[in-house]
């Protein structure tokens, strides 16, 4: 499985952004799908995750401002960022949880970098 994501940037407090991972390869057996951030000196955290039946999940912070949305037939991963503040800066990484009857593998994108600042 390879993920791919794309929509980073530099955007000023208060903007938005919308972050899109593909995956590709063997996708047949993905579950979840969600998005990890690491800032500069931080371990990576999780921000958000989908399950394939739509159910999600979200890190405490950015409750009420980002959402996290598939589209299973293009197995695609969304992450809506809203109302961004400086401490969302950090590259977001996209996961890929894939699980058949007898192995478990998770899967990560390459990063894209999200930038807030005035």
């Known amino acids: 499985v390879q993920l791919q994501a794309s929509g980073g940037g530099l955007v000023q407090p208060g903007g938005s952004l919308r972050l899109s991972c593909v995956a590709s390869?063997?996708?047949?057996?993905?579950?979840?799908m969600g998005w990890y951030r690491q800032a500069p000196g931080q371990q990576r955290e999780l921000v958000a995750t989908?399950?394939?039946?739509?159910?999600?999940t979200y890190q405490e912070s950015v409750k009420g401002r980002f959402t996290i949305s598939r589209d299973n037939s293009k197995v695609t991963v969304y992450l809506r960022m809203n109302s961004l503040k400086p401490e969302d800066t950090a590259v977001y990484y996209c996961?890929?949880?894939?699980?058949?009857?007898?192995?478990?593998?998770?899967?990560w994108g390459q990063g894209t970098q999200v930038t807030v600042s005035s």
């Open positions: 996961n890929a949880v894939w699980r058949n009857l007898t192995n478990t593998r998770t899967y």
């Open positions: 390869g063997s996708t047949l057996w993905i579950n979840d």
């Open positions: 989908i399950t394939n039946r739509g159910i999600a």
